[in-house]
């Protein structure tokens, strides 16, 4: 970026942040603590992630820009992001007398931007709180649908009386479920909260972890290719004959080779185990489907008995 691009884009910046610190409600930080948090940013422009991440100070964090947005690793800075694509930018939150503000970042020409966030726990579960910009036409239902939360979570954690007081621009706060781990509390990355739908690179690079709810919200993690921040190669991390990120199925038992965390020396791993069998009583979709070609299979055959009896007489 020019010197003077980046003078022509520092008041659109300062325009962006400003309308959304107005449009957004502070959000709750009861906890006196430290986490990420995402907020939503619409480029008024093409641009490129290099110009983006600059804007927001976070250049050096291009991976976890990466992750958030769910944007592969090997993606380099100069790929072109067109005007009204929203992007999602991941930066450190502090909770400090009763409200959330970013933790040093962004920072624009020495000038930090306040940003709304929050660390505090929602319904009794760790998440990861998401400044989303709420677009034209958006509703409280299909923003708890897209999200997979409740609405009356959302009506309460932003303040909102009612649907009907939800307006477009606005920044919501959005708690997204994060992937359950077993990531140790010594650990430098404790607690690693993974969104659904984003990854992140941990344990110095050597480990990726990411998160999918079609696995019910288990954090999946294993080895990286990516180079390590403070070793020389990366450390085989195994659970006895089992590599970080194999498992093996039983039944309806599935033991998984898990992610715990590291230290300036080694990465541990454990065996997890989880149930992939349903729960409930009701004939399974299987049985149901084996049940009604059993039962078309007995009518077809009474027909042709009809049909042959027919044609004997």
């Known amino acids: ?101 970013s933790d040093g970042l962004p920072i624009y020409k020495k000038l930090k931007i306040p940003l709304p966030c929050s660390c505090d726990e929602v319904d009794g579960e760790a998440v990861v709180h998401y400044g989303h910009i709420v677009t034209a036409g958006s509703s409280v239902e299909g923003i708890a649908k897209q999200f997979d939360i409740k609405e009356e979570t959302l009506l309460k954690l932003n303040s909102l009386a009612a649907p009907g007081d939800l307006k477009a621009g606005a920044v919501l706060d959005v708690p997204l479920k994060a992937c359950k781990s077993s990531i140790s509390s010594t650990s430098p990355d404790y607690p690693l909260l993974v969104p659904n739908g984003s990854y992140v690179f941990t344990a110095a690079n050597c480990v990726n972890c990411k998160c999918d709810a079609a696995n019910n919200y288990t954090l999946q993690c294993e080895p990286s290719q990516m180079k390590s921040s403070i070793w020389p190669t990366c450390p085989n991390t195994r659970c006895g004959s089992l590599f970080l990120g194999n498992g093996t199925s039983s039944g309806c038992t599935q033991t998984t080779c898990a992610y715990q965390g590291y230290d300036n020396q080694t990465i541990s791993a454990k065996l997890t185990t989880v149930s992939t069998c349903a729960t409930n009583s009701s004939p399974s979709s299987a049985t149901k489907i084996s049940s009604q070609g059993w039962r078309w299979n007995f009518l077809v055959a009474v027909q042709l008995v009809l049909l042959s009896l027919h044609l004997l007489q």
Do not use: E, H, W
Not at 14 to 26: D, G, K, R, V
Not at 30 to 53: A, E, H, Q
Not at 55 to 71: D, E, T, V
Not at 89 to 101: K, Q, S
């Open 1 to 101: 970026m020019t010197i003077n691009q980046t003078l022509l884009c520092l008041p659109i910046f300062l325009l962006f942040i400003f309308s959304a610190t107005t449009n957004a409600q502070p959000f709750s930080c009861k906890s006196s603590s430290k986490c990420m948090s995402m907020i939503d940013y619409v480029s008024p422009n093409d641009t490129t992630i290099l110009n983006i991440t600059s804007l927001f100070g976070i250049s050096k964090n291009l991976l976890s820009f990466l992750g958030a947005n769910n944007l592969p690793a090997t993606t380099l800075s100069s790929l072109p992001i067109k005007a009204k694509r929203t992007i999602k930018i991941p930066f450190p939150c502090r909770c400090a007398n009763g409200t959330g503000t």
